[in-house]
């Protein structure tokens, strides 16, 4: 099971951070990653961390700004979010899947939290 957490309002420019625990089962061995879905939009990929972490990703519009990671022992992944704009609000999803390729390139990960809201405002 994932739970994500951190979200909340904050005004441009300011800064957040996600973080997503797992428990019931290690996810040690799984690539984990951030989506998010916006009012009236579809769910997007955000960034991905790979099992080790020695791999990362982000979507070119947060490149830059957010910066994942995650540490083993308390088997959880963090999404950073500096100079968060408007456009960054949505819902935050964290998801896990034993394949990197399918955390980073598809919206079907094997395994979901639930959403933590994330409000930027102007």
Known sequence: QLQAS??????????????????????????????????????????????????TDYADSVKGRFTISRDGAKNTVYLQMNDLKP???????????RRYIVVVTTTQPAHWGQGTLVTVSS
Request: hydrophobic share 35%; with cysteine; charged share 15%.
């Open 87 to 97: 456009e960054d609000t949505a819902v935050y999803y964290c998801a896990a899947d």
């Open 6 to 55: 951190g979200g909340g309002l904050v005004q441009a420019g300011g800064s957040l951070r996600l973080s997503c625990a797992a428990s019931g089962r290690t996810f040690s061995s799984y690539a984990m990653g951030w989506f998010r879905q916006a009012p009236g939009k579809e769910r997007e990929f955000v960034s991905a961390v790979t099992s080790s972490g020695g791999t």
